[in-house]
C-alpha cells in the first residue's frame, strides 16, 4: 500500500478483555516498530522486527502484551487481560531497512480505551 | 542508553516568525536523526531524515542541522503559518541499536 496502516483506528474495550491491534507496513519494508503514547507523553518503544531475525521485545511492559509478525508482511499486537493503564495510542512504523539508516514511517495510530 | 531532549516543551509564536526547535541527545553514536510532525489525534509524518554523515537537510520552508559532536540537532521553520501548528518530534537511532528513540516534542502554535 501507499502507506502504513493500522486498523482498527480506535477500539473501546472492557478491563479484562484482550484485544488485537493490526499494522499493515508499506509493501517491501523489512523493519516493523510498534510505540505506545500515553495521552500528553513521549512515544514508548514496545517491540522491532526486522526480516526473518527474532524480535526485540525489550520494550513490552509485561508478559500479558505479545506481538507476531510473518515474514515481511502484517503484525498484531496483542494485549491480554486488559488494564486501564493500557489506554494510549498504539502507532506502528516501517522502515526499508534495519541497521538503522532508512527513514521510518508510521501509521495514524490505533487508539485504545480500556473502560 | 540515548535520551533523547526537545527545547522549548510549548512555543507560541505570530505568523510570519521564523522559529529554532532544538533537540538535544546523550550518544553521539548515531546513525541517524529523523524530525517529524504530529497533528492532534494523528500519527507522525516525517519531515526530514539526517544520515549521521550529514549537516544538515533542507525541504520547502524546514531546514534541520545536525551536530553530532555537541549532541544537538535543530529544526528551522521559515516564516512561520498557522498550518505549520503541530507537535514537532525529534528521533534518534544510536549505534547498538536499530530503534528510533524519541523525544517529548515541541508543541508549537502559530496563531494568525
Known amino acids: 500500500g501507499a502507506g502504513v496502516s493500522q486498523s482498527p483506528s480506535n477500539k473501546v474495550t472492557e478491563k479484562g478483555k484482550d484485544v488485537e491491534l493490526r499494522c499493515d507496513p508499506i509493501s517491501g519494508h523489512t523493519a516493523l516498530y510498534w510505540y505506545r503514547q500515553r495521552l500528553g507523553q513521549g512515544l514508548e518503544f514496545l517491540i522491532y522486527f526486522q526480516g526473518n531475525s527474532a524480535p526485540d521485545k525489550s520494550g513490552l511492559p509485561s508478559d500479558r502484551f505479545s506481538a507476531e509478525r510473518t515474514g515481511e508482511s502484517v503484525s498484531t499486537l496483542t494485549i491480554q487481560r486488559t488494564q486501564q493503564e493500557d489506554s494510549a495510542v498504539y502507532l506502528c512504523?516501517?522502515?526499508?531497512?534495519?541497521?538503522?539508516?532508512?527513514?521510518?514511517?508510521f501509521g495514524q495510530g490505533t487508539r485504545l480505551t480500556v473502560v | 542508553k540515548q535520551e533523547v531532549t526537545q527545547i522549548p516543551a510549548a512555543l507560541s509564536v505570530p505568523e510570519g516568525e521564523n522559529l529554532v526547535l532544538n533537540c538535544s541527545f546523550t550518544?553521539?553514536?548515531?546513525?541517524?536523526l529523523q524530525w517529524f510532525r504530529q497533528d492532534p489525534g494523528k500519527g507522525l509524518t516525517s519531515l526530514l531524515l539526517?544520515?549521521?554523515?550529514?549537516r544538515e537537510q533542507t525541504s520547502g520552508r524546514l531546514n534541520a542541522s545536525l551536530d553530532k559532536s555537541s549532541g544537538r540537532s535543530t529544526l528551522y521553520i521559515a516564516a512561520s503559518q498557522p498550518g505549520d501548528s503541530a507537535t514537532y518530534l525529534c528521533a534518534v537511532t544510536s549505534g547498538g541499536s536499530y530503534i528510533p528513540t524519541f523525544g517529548r516534542g515541541t508543541s508549537l502554535i502559530v496563531h494568525p
Open positions: 550518544d553521539s553514536a548515531i546513525y541517524n
Open positions: 512504523a516501517s522502515s526499508s531497512h534495519g541497521g538503522g539508516h532508512a527513514e521510518a514511517f
Open positions: 539526517i544520515q549521521s554523515s550529514q
